[in-house]
Antibody, heavy 120, light 107 residues
Framework: EVQLLQSGAEVKKPGESLRISCAGSGYRFTRYWIAWVRQMPGQGPEWMGSIDPSDSYTSYNPSFQGHVTMSIDKSISSAYLQWSSLKASDTAMYYC?????????????WGQGTLVTVSS | DIHMTQSPSSLSASVGDRVTITCRASQNIDRHLNWYQQKPGKAPKLLIYAASNLHTGVPSRFSGSGSGTDFTLTISSLQPEDFATYYCQQSYRVPPLFGGGTKVETK
């Protein structure tokens, strides 16, 4: 069974750093790109970017480029999303999801989400 | 960026109703259109990819159609578990943006 298990909820202060994780299981991790998706309260999903676990090649949505960093640890089938300096506007639910191999950039399996709250 | 506009933003329906949701792209995206279902407090789930292909395990009452700029998601007979928010997503060009969503509520 394909599963993406994300790390738990975080509460941080503005300016702090953070790394959240997404562990894949039940499939060959390096075969499928991982995408990160932001969903702010009451809003629709937003594509942040994606990463190829085989070589860590990344593709960022320009709206998020420079503010977040995606990375991979192949040895433990995990993907990461990190911030060096959080803002209150980063408060949101963050999902990792697997890009299918259909070639259509559809997200066929999703993690359960990590809620990030940034507040002074 | 290619922007996606969904209509309506919400609708009220009863169990057994036929429900249709539309999604319009700001430019031609061929058939690179996906549909997702999201229930409160849960992650989105893929329903349909490439405009009309049902994802594994999705009930056949869901169907998708369209190409170019205009697309439709149809639920042939609404079931209690189908009350949710539905999103379209274009996958023709990076970034693969989502539509604003259509909330299906009980009448």
């Amino acid at each position: 069974e394909v599963q993406l298990l994300q790390s738990g909820a975080e509460v941080k202060k503005p300016g702090e750093s953070l790394r959240i994780s997404c562990a894949g299981s039940g499939y060959r991790f390096t075969r499928y790109w991982i995408a990160w998706v932001r969903q702010m309260p009451g809003q629709g999903p937003e594509w942040m970017g994606s990463i190829d676990p085989s070589d860590s090649y990344t593709s960022y949505n320009p709206s998020f480029q420079g503010h977040v960093t995606m990375s991979i640890d192949k040895s433990i089938s995990s993907a990461y999303l990190q911030w060096s300096s959080l803002k209150a506007s980063d408060t949101a639910m963050y999902y990792c999801a697997r890009l299918s191999v259909s070639g259509n950039s559809d997200l066929d399996y999703w993690g359960q989400g990590t809620l990030v709250t940034v507040s002074s | 960026d290619i922007h996606m506009t969904q209509s309506p933003s919400s609708l009220s329906a009863s169990v057994g109703d036929r429900v249709t949701i539309t999604c319009r792209a700001s430019q031609n995206i061929d058939r690179h259109l996906n549909w997702y279902q999201q229930k409160p407090g849960k992650a989105p789930k893929l329903l349909i990819y490439a405009a009309s292909n049902l994802h594994t395990g999705v009930p056949s009452r869901f169907s998708g159609s369209g190409s170019g700029t205009d697309f439709t998601l149809t639920i042939s007979s609404l079931q209690p578990e189908d009350f949710a928010t539905y999103y379209c997503q274009q996958s023709y060009r990076v970034p693969p943006l989502f539509g604003g969503g259509t909330k299906v509520e009980t009448k």
